[in-house]
């Protein structure tokens, strides 16, 4: 039996949620207590993915023209079905400008994720991507599931290792070998492919963490069900530049400061993604996570869902 579509209980328990030395939405480091709960034992693959669209007729938000009132200036001729892929540059460029290795490509979605003429063959076993937030949450009611909070995807991340830098404990690579899929080389030109992948790999490529669970870190990036906030609770309501929403919810708090014409709210992801390297986003951790627009689709990023149900005895 392969790790897709098998389920991992974890039982509750308080952990030391983020951290305070790395990225500054990490922290602060915090004590956090989760019950047990139900965890997809993989991130959801194209196979079940492909269960779920045979059976419901679902279709994904990059396959559907974007909405003109959510992007306010934006030209008709821009406004087209289709998703971001990474594409890499011939030379380094100025790794402030993410577009030079980005592109919105017409026509890409989760059946063709490298963009038009590109196809699932040979990727079953791959995670799906291309799937925007209500994608992920759509499969996971279909499948009587819910995605994961923060909280409950970093403490099945950590694998029982309360406080160690990488799900498998201080070391990236112990004793040379690679534990996930990530980048290795001068991203985002130079890609030396150590750990023998060049884009997404099969899910049960790498070594499970101390619970049984693949691609916790790496691979692709993964939704969570909650609302990004520029830091942790206590600290966010201080760091935040955007004022709290005055009905008592966070979905406001989440936009994108950069962006205030475009009010897109904001989910977390956790784990990192084959496009984390040293030199770049070293989110390759279980305290790292990353805001990630709900309208947004990449081909780096997908999902596992968690069941909130008492483990018989």
């Not at 980005?102 to 995670?127: C, E, I, M, Q, V």
């Not at 694998?159 to 985002?188: C, S, V, Y």
Request: one cysteine or more; hydrophobic letters at 35%; a neutral charge.
């Amino acid at each position: 039996m392969t790790a897709a579509g098998v389920m991992v209980w974890i039982a509750g328990g308080t952990f030391r949620m983020g951290s305070d030395q790395h990225y500054p939405e990490e922290a602060p480091a915090h004590p956090v207590a989760v019950d047990g709960f139900w965890i997809d034992r993989a991130p959801v693959t194209n196979r079940q993915f492909k269960e779920f669209v045979r059976a419901t007729k679902y279709v994904t938000f990059a396959e559907l023209p974007p909405d003109p009132k959510n992007y306010p200036g934006a030209l008709p001729h821009m406004l087209y079905a289709g998703s971001l892929v990474f594409q890499p540059p011939a030379r380094m460029p100025d790794l402030n400008d993410w577009s030079q290795w980005w592109t919105f490509l017409k026509g890409a979605d989760w059946r063709h994720p490298y963009g038009r003429g590109s196809n699932l063959k040979g990727l079953d076993h791959h995670p799906v991507v291309h799937v925007a937030f209500a994608d992920a949450l759509a499969y996971a009611k279909w499948a009587g599931k819910d995605l994961p909070t923060e909280a409950e995807w970093e403490f099945a991340a950590r694998g029982g290792l309360d406080g160690a830098e990488f799900a498998w404990g201080d070391e990236l690579t112990p004793g040379g070998r690679q534990m996930a899929n990530t980048w290795q080389g001068n991203f985002p030109h130079q890609n030396l492919k150590a750990d023998g992948y060049e884009r997404t790999s099969p899910v049960e490529a790498f070594p499970p963490n101390g619970y049984g669970l693949y691609d916790m870190i790496g691979n692709v990036w993964e939704w969570t069900g909650d609302w990004y906030a520029p830091k942790h609770e206590g600290a966010a309501a201080k760091a935040c530049c955007i004022p709290e929403n005055p009905r008592g919810g966070r979905e406001e708090s989440s936009y994108d400061p950069c962006q205030p014409d475009i009010k897109i709210p904001r989910k977390v992801i956790k784990g990192g993604s084959h496009l984390c390297a040293p030199n770049y986003c070293r989110r390759y951790r279980p305290a790292a996570r990353h805001a990630e627009a709900i309208d947004t689709s990449t081909s780096h990023l997908g999902f596992r869902c968690v069941l909130r149900e008492r483990k018989p005895s």
